[in-house]
């Protein structure tokens, strides 16, 4: 039912940086703000980055959002081992739609 | 500081209506750009929009679930009230309340419903 795709899976070892993909239409994307949230394994879902590319106050700048067309990006650099969670994206769609989310994509730290 | 809890049935049999309360503090709903929702999600799978309700009244649903949907808010108790029809199995999953300003930027801890006879 999900309408944003996202990669099943990314990993990386401590330290690195890890890109994270989410491919949508012009009808959401294309149009919208894309949202990120980060799902702790069993947590409620965080607010990463709003409006394509801004960080909550508390969020660590090693978490960067953009946007380009119909996909945006999540990169997480400087990759530590709490990191390890579910991502998804998410924007609005249009009326037929609403707000729709990512696959989601469970990164592992190595 | 901004908390919101889910209340309501942990079992609804098929074809039954679920009814949950989302109490909330550390906000107003009477506050411009804010509004109050639920999402969802199945066990093992992704996250799920159902229903925003807005400051000045406003509500958006999913186009998907919208005739099953209703949401209320009562800003003297500070709560927000779904209710969805016709339950199914495959509506088994967690469902969180959550506050919206510049995205859902804060969860409720989520609420467990099972639909089984």
């Known amino acids: 039912q999900s309408v944003l795709t996202q990669p099943p899976s990314a990993s990386g070892t401590p330290g690195q940086r890890v890109s994270i993909s989410c491919s949508g239409s012009s009808s959401n994307i294309g149009s919208n703000y894309v949202y990120w949230y980060q799902q702790l394994p069993g947590t409620a879902p965080k607010l990463l980055i709003y409006k394509n590319n801004q960080r909550p106050s508390g969020v660590p700048d090693r978490f960067s959002g953009s946007k380009s067309g119909t996909s945006a990006s999540l990169a997480i650099s400087g990759l530590r081992s709490e990191d390890e969670a579910d991502y998804y994206c998410?924007?609005?769609?249009?009326?037929?739609?609403?707000?729709?989310f990512g696959t989601g994509t469970k990164v592992t730290v190595l | 500081q901004i908390t919101l809890k889910e209340s309501g049935p942990t079992l609804v049999k098929p074809s039954q209506t679920l009814t949950l309360t989302c109490t909330f503090s550390?906000?107003?709903?009477?506050?411009?750009?804010?509004?109050v929702g639920w999402l969802r999600q199945p066990p093992g799978k992704a996250l799920e929009w159902l229903v925003f309700?807005?400051?000045?009244?406003?509500?958006r649903y999913s186009p998907s679930l919208k005739s099953r949907l209703t949401i209320t808010k009562d800003t003297s108790k500070n709560q927000v009230v779904l209710t969805m029809t016709n339950m199914d199995p495959v509506d088994t999953g967690t469902y969180y309340c959550a506050h919206w300003s510049d995205g859902v930027d804060v969860w409720g801890q989520g609420t467990t419903v099972t639909v089984s006879s």
């Open positions: 550390g906000f107003s709903v009477t506050t411009a750009g804010v509004g």
């Open positions: 998410a924007a609005w769609g249009d009326s037929l739609s609403g707000y729709v």
């Open positions: 309700i807005y400051w000045d009244d406003d509500t």
